[in-house]
């Protein structure tokens, strides 16, 4: 299986909460990344989590890290539709500096 | 500050023709990587740099796939002859170091038909 799994597609309406969700199954893993790509667009890093934090909120963005269950979360406060986009998870363990990526949650947010 | 400059932005050949993808990098990062992301997926590593230096290579499809970065700046990357499933945005990305954090170009799509 992969490496790094997203699920594919995530709707929510414009104002509410949305949260992307990641697993990955490196029990080495220190980093863990998300970022975004904005159709046309290069990935821009959105923030990133070091493995032995349990959360890091950076203004309108959350980061989850469950490291028992090798799970991650990305809660995207008031979603706006500027977010619409696709989120993708990167892990990387120690003895790499190369991010293992997930295939992209497309972000689709609606009025 | 200037950010990771590629070209062309897109690109249609035929199977069989050869294409060269260009990268330059933020100035002063000595890291450099091709990515190559097929519509639907993660992008892949292809390549990474260090300075003029190859790093790691170990997915690059060495008999169709070339890079150089001969001046530890700029990037080229070739491929000859090219497959209908080679159709993928290319990206480069650049960092400071292979450690730190790593800004992307906005990608080369690449459509083989």
């Known amino acids: 299986g992969e490496d790094v799994e997203q699920s594919l597609f995530l709707s929510v309406r414009e104002g509410d909460s949305s949260v992307i969700n990641c697993t990955y199954t490196d029990s080495s893993s220190t980093y863990l990344y998300w970022y975004k790509q904005e159709p046309g667009a290069g990935l821009q890093l959105l923030t990133y989590i070091f493995s032995n934090m349990d959360m890091k909120q950076d203004q309108r963005l959350t980061v989850l890290l469950n490291k028992k269950d090798k799970h991650l979360s990305l809660r995207i406060a008031d979603t706006q539709t500027g977010d619409s986009a696709i989120y993708f998870c990167?892990?990387?363990?120690?003895?790499?500096?190369?991010?293992?990526f997930g295939r992209g949650t497309s972000l689709i947010v609606h009025p | 500050e200037a950010g990771v400059a590629q070209s062309p932005r897109y690109k249609i050949i035929e199977k069989r023709q050869s294409v060269a993808f260009w990268c330059n990098p933020i100035?002063?990062?000595?890291?450099l990587y091709w990515y190559q992301q097929i519509l639907g997926q993660g992008p892949k590593l292809l390549i990474q740099f260090q300075n003029n230096g190859v790093v790691d290579d170990s997915q690059l499809p060495k008999d169709r796939f070339s890079a150089e970065r001969l001046k530890g700046v700029d990037s080229t990357l070739k491929i000859q002859p090219a497959k209908l499933e080679d159709s993928a945005v290319y990206l480069c990305?650049?960092?400071?170091?292979?450690?730190?954090?790593?800004?992307f170009g906005q990608g080369t799509r690449l459509t083989v038909v």
């Open positions: 990167a892990e990387k363990s120690g003895g790499s500096y190369i991010p293992t």
């Open positions: 100035s002063g990062h000595a890291t």
């Open positions: 990305a650049s960092s400071y170091r292979g450690d730190t954090e790593a800004f």
